[in-house]
T-cell receptor
Framework: AQKITQTQPGMFVQEKEAVTLDCTYD???????LFWYKQPSSGEMIFLIY??????QNATEGRYSLNFQKARKSANLVISASQLGDSAMYFC??????????????FGTGTRLTVIP | SAVISQKPSRDICQRGTSLTIQCQVD?????MFWYRQQPGQSLTLIAT?????????ESGFVIDKFPISRPNLTFSTLTVSNMSPEDSSIYLC?????????????FGQGTRLTVV
């Protein structure tokens, strides 16, 4: 089974509006971390926000917030007040804590966000 | 945090040749990771490179095709050997400065490889 599922291949949002990018995950670990990365057309991966499995409050970083629903195993990214520079690929990723040394991230297939002027 | 310099940033190579990608980190890190991102796809882990030991490869990736060196705690190379057009991808190196689940992963700028 896929560890990270992003069901929206592409999304459009009007400039200055908010948009939600969906992410669901699958793990049997109690301890895990969820990440969102932005990948512009240039190719680099830019860290946006992190949510830990034991965090009781939703993470926020500026215009980014993470809607964490643990029982539903979802970690949706909310971008408020979209800007043209937000147009990029967005990847949801997870790191599991169960195995010592298994520290790599598992990535979803990504959502391409296009902000419309 | 960690700053990663990855080069080359892009290359166009002939099939059957090899390309070595370099990854230099501005601080000492235990584990480095190499990912492949095929066109329009997600990131797939190729291998984990630990200093002083053999790299650990993921299913579907073999050392003969993707040999990795890790001579010290700040440097690693990935070679894509005997290239075919199917190897056209973005290759990214990544490091983590800690071992916990909350550790941010830092990425190099990526190497955009086109095999013709």
């Amino acid at each position: 089974a896929q560890k990270i599922t992003q069901t929206q291949p592409g999304m459009f949002v009007q400039e200055k509006e908010a948009v939600t990018l969906d992410c669901t995950y699958d793990t049997s670990d109690q301890s895990y971390g969820l990440f969102w990365y932005k990948q512009p057309s240039s190719g680099e991966m830019i860290f946006l926000i992190y949510q830990g499995s034991y965090d009781e409050q939703n993470a926020t970083e500026g215009r980014y917030s993470l809607n964490f629903q643990k029982a539903r195993k979802s970690a949706n990214l909310v971008i408020s007040a979209s800007q043209l520079g937000d147009s990029a690929m967005y990847f949801c990723a997870m790191r599991e804590g169960r195995l010592a040394g298994a520290n790599n991230l598992f990535f979803g297939t990504g959502t391409r966000l296009t902000v419309i002027p | 945090s960690a700053v990663i310099s990855q080069k080359p940033s892009r290359d166009i190579c002939q099939r059957g040749t090899s390309l070595t990608i370099q990854c230099q980190v501005d601080s000492q890190v235990t584990m480095m990771f190499w990912y492949r991102q095929q066109p329009g796809q997600s990131l797939t882990l190729i291998a984990t490179a630990n200093q002083g030991s053999e790299a650990t490869y993921e299913s579907g990736f073999v050392i003969d095709k993707f040999p990795i060196s890790r001579p010290n705690l700040t440097f690693s190379t990935l070679t894509v050997s005997n290239m075919s057009p199917e190897d056209s991808s973005i290759y990214l190196c990544s490091v983590q400065t800690g071992g916990g689940v909350n550790t941010e992963a830092f990425f190099g700028q990526g190497t955009r490889l086109t095999v013709v």
